[in-house]
């Protein structure tokens, strides 16, 4: 996010209140040409707002959950399917869970464990008996010796009381093509996500050379059907997820068509239909039903945000915030979220070109909208983090390999056919830009055709700069594959998307990272939870762990950073040989003499004796990026470190008023190109008397400087220096600050007395 000068801050302020996410001024409309059926609670249980409900409770602070009726109705036989993070240790085998106290059936499928072998992540499966009118269930957690994984078999899930189908129909110049999930199901098309007899998940889809399912109006057959299918024995339930898929780098091609999903074997159900759907290439579109008997979708699941801190999944929030999420907020983030367009490639709350710049909802930690959902489990906000991770699946960030001569990995031990792309198979790729602009050296076919680009994407564009995390939260709470896959092919595309070489990735084959400061920052991020993510002993996470480990080792080469983990990498010789800095600002700036940097600008800093700035809100953003990911168990400690002293030695400096921290742009460079010894220096000649008393009268609102350094003093409160920086910032920034808005995401708090990183993923 590019943040706003002090000199824009009231249309920062206007931005805010017209945000549409938490303070509505948002528009209303839908598609034309376009029906949905709900995909819950369905027709026989329309969403009715009663008298208001008493508030549901807050889970305690240890490992608890509360599941709450808001309906009014109460509610039986609930099918409840989590994911959870768990701490280091607590729980050896599989976990178990109680409800108020009582052991219940639980099907546990662990996706990540820590290296002493307790869980680190797993897929919980449940049944809630009763939970009563306006009531709620207060579930923990405890050991069990197995998961329970015995899966449903090919002929149980055919078996005629499920009647499972689910068709995607695609229609074009009077030429009909059907993908069924049924048929695929028959075929053994299948792979399984969670195994066991309360919910067992499939994944129907063809990612090998044959392609069976491919269809399309020529002969590449761009679009690609999946299915993913949970079925719910006990109570005779499944629910579908249709998934349209045009990634296929050997038939990328933007395709237009009339769609139309059905549901049901017996007697088919049309539940959705599009007449008129552009499905651009890299890009992918999503809806989910239950295929009968929805689940009524006004339950409220708190997975106590308190906790998930705790296990260093997610950053340290500061959980006194909560009380301000009040009705009142939660009920406009929804009733703004029903006004808006949100079909199929329609936008809602997003900001589809992501280089726009002001205030944004969707940049920080998570986008605002998640955050609301994670604090409160409410089912409206429920909805809207979903929503709106379903339909970032329209920006051009899917690439999926369909070559079957190519490799994912290094070593060429890995087929990279059905895989995300990676670097490995392509060294010398880069993916087109946000103008649309590419250089390409092609390795197989049609992974980009010269004569069909710039395509427009339907104005989807995408960056580093300003790239979201719109999926990794939704995962990690709910176990749903698809937004495991999004996260993973998200992932994968941003690394393509920087040039080989210099100023690019770096050796070939390899991937590093040279963004803006803040994109550095952005795609680590997602890089570091697809890898963090990404089930044990999967390619994909050996590919995502390396890929974070090229990024880091190039900055700490480029940055005199020696004696690491990482010296031996390629990357880190590379850099050391090609990008190394001539000298290092005694402040640490992020860049210094071997560019980068910004040219000082009148009336941000005093270009009578600055030679170029830098922007301090930046590096605040990194230092989030890299202190989460430290925790996290990446190798970004040193790193962190160096760039943590550009946080902490402003408070170190008695010469120096930290309020200047919160300036828009800073001084790195005197106009002789030798940098600024000190900030006391910086602020006696770097700026005007003009420009220091714009800063300091701004100070109070300045989210872009201000609010930002206290997120970053978060993570850097335990190193040195980091205390005295802490104290200042708790007293003069955190009491004035709103966090019920747009930068609910920087609500970061430190950990009490320090935290070690989680071990290496």
């Not at 790193?639 to 030695?649: D, H, K, R």
Request: charged share 15%.
């Amino acid at each position: 996010m590019k943040s706003p000068s002090f000199k824009n801050k009231i249309t920062l302020l206007v931005s805010i209140l017209c945000s549409g996410i938490l303070i509505g001024c948002g528009s209303g409309g839908g598609s034309s040409g376009t029906t949905s059926a709900p995909v819950s609670p369905g027709p026989s249980a329309p969403i009715v707002f009663g008298p208001p409900l008493p508030p549901a409770p807050t889970p305690s602070a240890g490992n608890t959950m509360i599941v709450a009726d808001r309906s009014g109705n109460g509610v039986t036989n609930y099918p409840l399917q989590f994911a959870r993070p768990f701490k280091l240790g607590e729980i050896a085998n599989y976990p178990q869970v109680l409800i108020d106290g009582v052991p219940v059936l639980t099907q546990a499928d662990v996706k990540t464990r820590f290296p002493d072998g307790s869980v680190k992540h797993v897929i919980l499966s449940v049944v809630i008996p009763q939970i009563t009118a306006a009531g709620s269930v207060t579930l923990t957690f405890q050991n069990q010796a197995t998961g329970n994984n015995a899966p449903l078999n090919q002929a149980q899930m055919l078996a005629a009381g499920f009647d499972f189908d689910a068709k995607m129909s695609i229609i074009s110049g009077g030429v009909t093509k059907v993908a069924s999930a049924r048929q695929m199901l028959q075929n053994g098309d299948f792979t399984y996500w969670t195994s066991g007899p309360i919910a067992t998940t499939i994944i129907l889809a063809d990612h090998s050379a044959l392609r069976k399912y491919d269809m399309g109006f020529d002969s590449n057959n761009s679009i690609r059907p999946i299915f993913h299918a949970t079925f719910w024995p006990t109570l005779g339930l499944v629910k579908v997820r249709f998934i349209g898929e045009n990634a296929n780098t050997t038939t990328l091609q933007d395709v237009n068509y009339q769609l139309v999903l059905s549901t049901g074997s017996a007697s088919p159900t049309t539940v959705y239909s599009n007449a008129n759907l552009n499905h651009y290439l890299g890009t992918r579109w999503t809806k989910q039903f239950w295929l009968s008997n929805a689940p009524d979708i006004r339950v409220n699941v708190d997975h106590n945000l308190a906790y998930l801190s705790q296990t260093q999944s997610f950053p340290n929030f500061n959980m006194s915030v909560k009380p301000q999420l009040t009705e009142p907020v939660l009920a406009n983030n929804y009733s703004n979220w029903i006004a808006k367009p949100r079909d199929l490639y329609d936008n809602a709350f997003w900001t589809k070109y992501m280089p726009t710049t002001g205030g944004r909802s969707d940049i920080g930690t998570f986008p605002s909208w998640a955050l609301l959902w994670v604090y409160t489990g409410d089912w409206r906000a429920h909805e809207v983090a979903f929503g709106q991770s379903d339909l970032a699946s329209a920006w051009p960030l899917h690439y999926r390999e369909g070559a079957s001569s190519l490799f994912m990995d290094r070593a060429g031990i890995v087929p990279a056919l059905g895989k995300p792309i990676s670097v490995a198979a392509h060294p010398t790729l880069w993916l087109p830009d946000n103008n649309g602009t590419y250089s390409i050296i092609l390795s197989t076919p049609r992974i980009l055709n010269t004569s069909e680009y710039p395509a427009t994407f339907g104005a989807w564009a995408a960056d580093g700069a300003h790239q979201p995390d719109a999926f990794s939260a939704q995962y990690a709470l709910s176990g749903d594959y698809y937004y495991l896959e999004e996260m993973q092919l998200w992932a994968a595309a941003m690394v393509m998307s920087y040039a080989p070489g210099l100023y690019g990735r770096g050796v070939d084959g390899y991937a590093g990272i040279q963004d803006q400061i803040r994109g550095n920052g952005w795609v680590l991020r997602n890089r570091v939870n697809a890898a963090f993510f990404s089930p044990d002993a999967t390619p994909e996470k050996a590919y995502f762990i390396s890929a974070v480990e090229d990024a880091v080792a190039l900055w700490e080469a480029q940055h005199r950073i020696s004696g690491t983990a990482l010296q031996s990498n390629a990357n880190w010789i590379w850099s050391d040989q090609n990008l190394k800095m001539s000298a290092v600002s005694p402040l640490h700036f992020w860049f210094g003499v071997t560019g980068g940097d910004t040219p000082a600008v009148d009336g941000e800093v005093n270009t009578a004796t600055a030679l170029n700035e830098e922007s301090l809100w930046m590096d605040n953003y990194f230092l989030v990026c890299l202190g989460a990911a430290k925790e996290k168990g990446f190798p970004v400690g040193p790193v962190f470190s160096y760039l943590a002293t550009l946080v902490n030695g402003q408070f170190a400096d008695p010469g120096f008023d930290p309020h200047y921290g919160a300036a828009y742009r800073t001084p790195v460079q005197k106009i002789d190109t030798s940098y600024f010894a000190s900030w006391s220096e910086i602020q006696q000649v770097g700026y005007t008397p003009a420009e220091l008393a714009s800063i300091f009268a701004s100070f109070a609102i300045s989210f872009d400087g201000a609010q930002l350094e206290a997120a970053a003093g978060s993570f850097t409160a335990q190193e040195p220096g980091g205390a005295a920086a802490w104290t200042w910032l708790n007293a003069n920034v955190l009491p004035v600050t709103d966090y019920t808005a747009e930068y609910l995401s920087w609500a970061l708090v430190p950990r009490a007395g320090g935290t070690a990183p989680l071990p290496a993923p």
